[in-house]
């Protein structure tokens, strides 16, 4: 059986679920759900879908679940596109050369073509052989190779890699140094200015700039205070 993280929506009567992916761990599942638009609160705070935010554009709580893959809400075909008719999602119509490719694309994923660590949007092909697997904070693996086992690394909080038996000698140490340098979930397009949506190694760097700035700016006031 195959397990799937579900984020609710706390809304009054809404119906909407966001559905991860099977990989997925729950802050990953949490990340791609803000992406699509959903607002994840903390501490107490609600889980909202696109339709019930206050700031959104949506029509109100969804009451009929369909097959929206944003808030699983019940979708109506127009001209060109297909729509929500909750959070207003829209999917162009594929053309029939399109729609045969993505049965292929999806028959090609079933076979097996690439590493069980590569995730299904993203695009990229295996850079080799199955070298490691990666970790979850739930303990939850997957094997890949060194390109898709470092995607994967740099998309999961928490997670850890570990070199197959038969891998060569520093393997992990390699896929782990490569995530620190990768954004989460790579294949994914748009600003990101938030610390979830950086690499290690920007957020460390954005830290060591604060940091700068603060000692610079008590240098100045204990100089101030020589001057007083």
């Known amino acids: 059986m195959t397990y799937r993280r579900t984020i609710t929506c706390?809304?009054?009567g809404c119906l909407a679920l966001f559905i991860g992916r099977p990989q997925w761990a729950a802050d990953?599942?949490?990340?791609?759900?803000?992406r699509a638009?959903?607002?994840?609160?903390?501490?107490?705070?609600p889980d909202l879908c696109?339709?019930?935010?206050?700031?959104?554009?949506?029509r109100g709580p969804v009451l009929e679940r369909g097959e929206c893959p944003v808030c699983t809400g019940r979708q109506r075909e127009l001209a060109e596109v297909t729509e929500c008719m909750y959070c207003g999602h829209q999917e162009p119509h594929p053309a029939d050369d399109e729609a045969e490719d993505q049965?292929?694309?999806?028959?090609?994923g079933e076979a097996g073509t690439r590493c069980p660590a590569a995730h299904p949007e993203d695009p990229t092909p295996c850079s080799g052989p199955v070298v490691v697997t990666v970790l979850d904070?739930?303990?939850?693996?997957a094997?890949?190779?060194?390109?898709?086992g470092s995607r994967l690394l740099a998309s999961l909080d928490g997670a850890r890699v570990v070199g197959l038996p038969d891998a060569p000698a520093g393997t992990a140490v390699r896929v782990f140094k490569l995530a620190d340098g990768i954004r989460p979930f790579p294949w994914l397009t748009g600003p990101r200015v938030r610390e979830a949506e950086l690499s290690r190694a920007e957020v460390r760097q954005q830290a060591a700039g604060t940091l700068a700035e603060l000692a610079d700016d008590a240098h100045r006031n204990v100089r101030g205070g020589a001057g007083d």
Not at 37 to 45: D, P
Not at 103 to 108: F, H, I, K, T, V
């Open 143 to 148: 094997k890949g190779c060194t390109r898709h």
């Open 50 to 58: 696109p339709s019930c935010r206050p700031d959104g554009t949506g």
């Open 137 to 141: 904070a739930q303990n939850h693996g």
């Open 28 to 34: 990953a599942a949490k990340f791609a759900a803000m």
């Open 10 to 12: 706390d809304g009054g």
């Open 37 to 45: 638009g959903w607002r994840c609160g903390g501490l107490g705070s």
């Open 103 to 108: 049965a292929d694309d999806q028959a090609a």
